[in-house]
């Protein structure tokens, strides 16, 4: 089973591009969110999406835009990248919205901003 | 806002040794409690979770947490790591707002 699938793992962009994170799920899952992680300062929660239609800010979401058009689906966007974003991007999901669910981490997309 | 706090960023030990990783965070109410754990090169997995209950819990590959309320901790344990447990290691709390906010991890590296 696939469970979370990030696309692409590795993608290097200039300042000032744009770009779409794929993140794909096949559990079912309403919730789904995005993290990014640096070094010493663990992950932090970027958007997250309680289901399809729905979806709000984390800790840092300044640069980033989110949908969920289905539940299967969570892409991030980054509408004009900058060396700041440079990062670890990781999509995971759980059952549902309810805090008590773990979550499922996809591997992960390192991207580096020129 | 709730925040999570590991206070040990680097921990180097030996095998046999007993581990002990600290976290606290800091929010008032009803709180659940994760640890996960981020083997290199790979992405992160659940080692245990603390809802309700028992405030010792246990995971997986014979880790243990204790969740204490009155100082808002939730630390990890292993009597004996092994060489296998170099990772990094995330506390995790959800205080019911629909988010899951990370501390900062620690790297346990285990010489054999």
């Known amino acids: 089973n696939a469970g979370v699938t990030q696309t692409p793992k590795f993608q290097v962009l200039k300042t000032g591009q744009s770009m779409t994170l794929q993140c794909a799920q096949d559990?079912?899952?309403?919730?789904m969110s995005w993290y990014r992680q640096d070094p010493g300062m663990g992950l932090r929660l970027i958007h997250y999406?309680?289901?399809?239609?729905?979806?709000d800010q984390g800790e840092v979401p300044n640069g980033y835009n989110v949908s969920r058009s289905t539940t299967e689906d969570f892409p991030l966007r980054l509408l004009s990248a900058a060396p700041s974003q440079t990062s670890v991007y990781f999509c995971?999901?759980?059952?549902?919205?309810?805090?008590?669910?773990?979550?499922?981490f996809g591997d992960g997309t390192r991207l580096s901003i020129l | 806002a709730q925040s999570v706090s590991q206070h040990n960023h680097h921990v180097i030990l030996s095998e046999a040794a007993s581990l002990e990783l600290g976290c606290n965070y800091s929010?008032?109410?009803?709180?659940?409690l994760f640890w996960y754990v981020q083997y290199p090169g790979q992405h992160l997995q659940l080692l245990l979770k603390?809802?309700?209950?028992?405030?010792l819990v246990k995971g997986i590959k014979g880790f243990e947490a204790e969740f204490i309320k009155s100082k808002f901790s939730f630390n990890l344990r292993k009597p004996s790591v092994q060489w296998s447990d170099t990772a990094e290691y995330f506390c995790?709390?959800?205080?019911?707002?629909?988010?899951?906010?990370f501390g900062q991890g620690t790297t346990l590296q285990v010489k054999p």
């Open positions: 603390y809802f309700s209950g028992d405030p």
């Open positions: 995790a709390v959800n205080a019911f707002t629909g988010k899951l906010i």
């Open positions: 929010y008032g109410g009803t709180v659940n």
């Open positions: 559990m079912n899952h309403e919730y």
């Open positions: 995971a999901s759980s059952s549902t919205g309810f805090s008590n669910q773990p979550q499922h």
């Open positions: 999406s309680v289901g399809a239609g729905i979806t």
